[in-house]
């Protein structure tokens, strides 16, 4: 997940260009594109000249949601991110946020009820004790952060996928989106959803979530960048209308795959 300096509502020609050139150079969008696409055909195809401030957002945000479908299309539902062995977790696993570690909120387990909400038809709320008492399963992978590091954690939880299926949830609809207790939102598509490694953790290495780290649940996502992984999730909802994202909405890609 990025820093707690949020980026800037403006980005400069040169950051875009760069940002352009390194999507085009990744081997998926050349398998995607068979090198058709240019910066010069994306400015085509997104009506910027790349003359001014407003244009170079255009720019950023065409080239943003081309990458969204590309990743979208490229996805396998089915592919398995790697796992990793116990001697390979990184310790200590770094804490990441949008604040400081000194404003984590505190979630009162006892008190704590998860809302299910949209196109969901058990929408009935869930205690702790309830989503413990789910089917568990533990995965160590990766965890890559936009910001260029990257750690090895050990998660346990219950599979969203099997979890969204139990409560009646629509698997057809586009979207899944969470709301959190520290204002944080995401969204996310539905087959990423239904991932085999997509976990609802409630764990972190072999021990109840820790507060740092999302308590009492975070989405565990090893096909995805660190920002779409929310923590603290308080609310789950499904739905076709496109939901955004805390980081998303200030110019992140939405699809956000690792």
Request: positive net charge; glycine residues 8%; proline residues 7%.
């Amino acid at each position: 997940m990025p820093s707690s300096k949020k980026p800037s509502a403006k980005l400069d020609r040169e950051s875009i260009l760069i940002d352009a050139r390194r999507e085009l150079a990744m081997p998926s969008r050349r398998l995607f594109g068979k090198r058709l696409l240019t910066l010069g055909g994306l400015s085509m195809l997104t009506g910027c000249s790349l003359t001014d401030d407003d244009s170079v957002n255009k720019f950023l945000t065409a080239v943003s949601r081309l990458n969204d479908r590309a990743q979208a299309f490229l996805f396998d539902p089915k592919q398995l991110a790697p796992t990793y062995t116990e001697a390979q977790i990184t310790r200590p696993f770094p804490f990441n946020a949008f604040y400081g570690i000194d404003d984590v909120p505190d979630v009162n387990g006892a008190a704590y009820r998860l809302q299910l909400s949209g196109l969901i038809m058990g929408k009935r709320t869930w205690t702790l004790p309830e989503l413990y008492a789910l089917p568990h399963q533990e995965q160590i992978t990766r965890h890559i952060c936009v910001e260029g590091w990257s750690a090895i954690g050990r998660w346990g939880g219950t599979s969203f996928g099997d979890f969204l299926r139990r409560v009646g949830a629509d698997t057809s609809a586009k979207y899944v989106g969470f709301k959190c207790a520290d204002d944080y939102y995401e969204s996310i598509d539905m087959p990423t959803a239904l991932h085999p490694q997509t976990l609802l953790a409630f764990d972190y290495d072999g021990e109840r979530l820790p507060a740092k780290y999302g308590f009492p649940m975070k989405l565990r996502m090893p096909t995805k960048l660190g920002y779409k992984n929310p923590k603290h999730i308080v609310e789950i909802f499904v739905t076709n209308t496109y939901p955004g994202g805390y980081w998303v909405d200030q110019g992140y890609n939405w699809f956000g795959g690792s």
